[in-house]
């Protein structure tokens, strides 16, 4: 029983760690329609990135709430998480700043 019960843990850990949840920051490099383009939130000006792009719609929670997009802006640093086997479609953004 006891191995069973350890055993779905486990199972559920990677199941949280794999679900799409970001942890990392990203600062909003451009916002086109529904589409965020977004870089790493530290970067090297003598370094060039590759742009992470996520779509939103008015499902996304943004700061907790059902926003409108206007509420972000450029070079507003975020997190944010994918909505399940959904990618790129976000399910919610916390601005950090």
Do not use: W
């Not at 486990?10 to 949280?16: H, K, M, Q, T, W």
Request: proline residues 5%; aromatic residues 6%.
């Amino acid at each position: 029983m006891r191995r069973t019960i350890r055993l779905l843990i486990l199972g559920l850990f990677i199941v949280c760690v794999l679900s799409g949840c970001s942890h990392e920051e990203y600062v909003i490099e451009e916002i086109q329609g529904d589409q965020l383009s977004l870089g790493p939130e530290e970067q090297d000006p003598e370094a060039s990135y590759a742009l992470t792009e996520v779509m939103v719609d008015d499902q996304t929670k943004i700061d907790g709430r059902t926003n409108p997009l206007s509420v972000l802006k450029p070079g507003d640093i975020i997190r944010f998480e994918y909505r399940k086997d959904k990618q790129p479609l976000v399910a919610t953004i916390e601005r950090v700043n």
